[in-house]
């Protein structure tokens, strides 16, 4: 069966860094759309950052500049490096594959990760 498995969550301090990982198996991973959600409490989910099969990226506006997404096809696993964190980037970061040329929306297209928290505070 598909399993994405997060790992790398924790407690950071505002403008420190941070890398997820979320790693894929029952899937043909290199033909996958993979996407960084995150949602905080209270709130809806959002993306954070998507890359297609292809390498393009995408990201929201409020994580630019700041937070990168990759991809190792031959290790099945996306990453987020995350930099100059902020209390606001607080929330659970869900991990997603989606078929190519699904778009972004936090809808329930393809598969999700259970989840790993990101907790930045001083």
């Known amino acids: 069966q598909v399993q994405l498995v997060e790992s790398g969550g924790g407690l950071v301090q505002p403008g420190g860094s941070l890398r997820v990982s979320c790693a894929a198996s029952?899937?043909?991973?290199?033909?996958?759309?993979m996407g960084w959600y995150r949602q905080a409490p209270g709130k809806q989910r959002e993306l954070v950052a998507g890359?297609?099969?292809?390498?393009?990226?995408n990201y929201a506006d409020s994580v630019k500049g700041r937070f990168t997404i990759s991809r190792d096809n031959a290790k099945n696993t996306v990453y987020l490096q995350m930099y100059s964190l902020k209390p606001e980037d607080t929330a659970v970061y869900y991990c997603?594959?989606?078929?190519?040329?699904?778009?972004?929306?936090?809808?329930?297209?393809?598969?999700w990760g259970q989840g790993t928290q990101v907790t930045v505070s001083s």
């Open positions: 890359i297609t099969s292809g390498g393009a990226t």
């Open positions: 029952g899937i043909i991973f290199s033909i996958y759309a």
């Open positions: 997603n594959a989606r078929p190519q040329g699904t778009g972004w929306a936090p809808t329930a297209v393809g598969y």
